[in-house]
């Protein structure tokens, strides 16, 4: 320990890398289902949609009367 506390080392701001020349950071894991370049959110976050109901049977005709 140092009598004036921990050597802090500041590096002056022209050693430090501009953020958009930082190395390119690891994307998120695609879900698994999702095109090549869809966002990360895919799918959306909205809830599943639930399954289609089968077609109810067609009625028969009523018979008119003559």
């Not at 190395?23 to 599943?48: D, F, Q, R, S, V």
């Amino acid at each position: 320990m140092r009598p004036f506390g921990p050597a802090i080392v500041i590096r002056p701001a022209s050693a430090r890398r501009p953020s958009w020349e930082s190395p390119p950071t690891k994307p998120p894991p695609m879900p698994p289902g999702a095109p090549p370049g869809a966002p990360a959110e895919y799918p959306p976050i909205a809830p599943p949609l639930p399954a289609p109901k089968p077609p109810a049977p067609a009625m028969p005709r009523p018979r008119v009367l003559l």
